[in-house]
């Protein structure tokens, strides 16, 4: 499977962005499929993930209600709503794809996207 992230950009706060992540490969439907982020200086967090139906989403506290994940099988498309952002919010967002059910941590994801950069001014 190969990610390629977009929809990155520089928003104020309060705004809104929606980022897509497409993938190649016939298998993308039974992938578990994540988004992560990293800001300057810190580590790659956990932000959402969501099942292989899209039945299940997980969100990180530090953004649930805010963002939404959700994903289109039949463009092989995972997608990241963000709304109500926060300069906090800025980092490298990447997305990726895990065999294993809405896991939370890197070492699960298989297949990883290049990143897109999210910039929010407060």
């Known amino acids: 499977v190969q990610l390629q992230a977009s929809g990155g950009g520089l928003v104020q706060a309060g705004g809104s962005l929606r980022l897509s992540c497409a993938a190649s490969?016939?298998?993308?439907?039974?992938?578990?499929m994540g988004w992560f982020r990293q800001a300057p200086g810190k580590d790659r967090d956990f932000v959402a993930a969501?099942?292989?139906?899209?039945?299940?989403?997980h969100y990180a506290d530090s953004v649930k209600g805010r963002f939404t994940i959700s994903r289109d099988n039949a463009k092989k498309t995972v997608y990241l709503q963000m709304n109500s952002l926060k300069p906090e919010d800025t980092a490298v967002y990447y997305c990726a794809a895990a065999k294993a059910v809405l896991p939370v941590v890197e070492v699960a994801y298989d297949y990883w996207g290049q990143g897109t950069q999210v910039t929010v001014s407060s």
């Open positions: 969501i099942s292989w139906s899209g039945g299940m989403t």
């Open positions: 490969g016939r298998t993308f439907s039974s992938y578990t």
